[in-house]
C-alpha cells in the first residue's frame, strides 16, 4: 500500500498571502498526484491532477508540482474561500487508492 | 454535466447492513470506474473499494474485504455500496466519486466527480 504523508497539518496564512502544502508518497506515483479541496459539509472538490494540472474551473492561483514522491500544492495569494482541508491522493497503484491526511488551511 | 446523486442518510443499528446507492444523472458509467470514499466525523478520507463497471472489476481496501459490497447496474447507471456487521465506528460520510478508467494502461485518473454524500449513523 503507498502511503501518502501531507504536511503540515494545520497552515496558518493570512489573506492574501501564499500558502504552500507538501505531500510525500512512500514509493514513486509518477505524476498520478490529485490534490482536493473539502469546504465544510461539502463535498471533495477536484483542483489538480496529473500532479500540476489544473481541473476545469480552477483558479490560475493554485499551482501543483512535483513528481515520484514529492509533491507540492501552492495557492498563490489566499483568498477567503480557500480556507479549507485539503488533500492529496495517488492513483498509480490500485488497489487501494490512498489519500494523504489533509492539511488544514485556516486565517491567521 | 454528469451528477451523482445518492441515496439518503441512514440511521442503523450495530451489526446490521446499509446500501447506498449512487446514480449517475445526466450520463452513463461507459469506461469509467466508480469509487466509495467514507469520512468519519471529524477525519480524513478513506477508500474502501471500487468498480469498473464495463468489465465487472471489483476491488476492496483490505480492512473492509468480506464486509463491504460493490456492484453496479449499468442499465440504471446506479452503483451501490452495502456495508455488512455495522460497529459505531462505522459511522461516516459516505461518497461515491468518478474517475476515467484507461483498460490499455489498466489506470485510472483523479475523480473528478463526487456524490453529494450520504451519512450513516451507527448507534444502538
Known amino acids: 500500500e503507498i502511503v501518502m504523508t501531507q504536511s503540515p497539518a494545520i497552515l496558518s496564512v493570512s489573506p492574501g498571502e501564499r500558502a504552500t502544502l507538501s505531500c510525500r508518497a512512500s514509493?514513486?506515483?509518477?505524476?498520478?498526484l490529485a490534490w482536493y479541496q473539502q469546504r465544510p459539509g461539502q463535498a471533495p472538490r477536484l483542483l489538480i491532477y496529473?500532479?500540476?494540472t489544473r481541473a476545469t474551473g480552477i483558479p490560475t492561483r493554485f499551482s501543483g508540482s512535483g513528481s515520484g514522491t514529492e509533491f507540492t500544492l501552492t495557492i498563490s495569494s489566499l483568498q477567503s474561500e480557500d480556507f479549507a482541508v485539503y488533500y492529496c491522493?495517488?492513483?498509480?497503484?490500485?488497489?487501494?487508492?490512498?489519500f494523504g491526511g489533509g492539511t488544514k488551511v485556516e486565517i491567521k | 454535466q454528469v451528477q451523482l446523486v445518492q441515496s439518503g442518510a441512514a440511521v442503523k443499528n450495530p451489526w446490521s447492513s446499509v446500501m447506498v446507492s449512487c446514480k449517475a444523472s445526466?450520463?452513463?458509467?461507459?469506461?469509467?470506474?466508480l469509487s466509495w470514499v467514507r469520512q468519519a466525523p471529524g477525519q480524513g478520507l478513506e477508500w474502501m473499494g471500487g468498480?469498473?463497471?464495463?468489465?465487472?472489476?471489483?476491488n476492496y481496501a483490505q480492512r473492509f474485504q468480506g464486509r463491504v459490497t460493490i456492484t453496479a447496474d449499468e442499465s440504471t447507471s446506479t452503483a451501490y455500496m452495502e456495508l455488512n456487521n455495522l460497529r459505531i465506528e462505522d459511522t461516516a460520510v459516505y461518497y461515491c466519486?468518478?474517475?476515467?478508467?484507461?483498460?490499455?494502461?489498466?489506470?485510472?485518473?483523479?475523480?473528478?466527480?463526487w456524490g453529494q454524500g450520504t451519512v450513516v449513523t451507527v448507534s444502538s
Open positions: 491522493q495517488q492513483y498509480n497503484f490500485w488497489p487501494p487508492l490512498t
Open positions: 466519486a468518478r474517475a476515467d478508467y484507461y483498460p490499455y494502461s489498466s489506470t485510472f485518473s483523479a475523480f473528478d466527480i
Open positions: 496529473g500532479a500540476s
Open positions: 445526466g450520463g452513463t458509467f461507459s469506461n469509467y470506474a
Open positions: 514509493q514513486s506515483v509518477s505524476n498520478n
Open positions: 468498480i469498473i463497471p464495463m468489465f465487472g472489476a471489483v
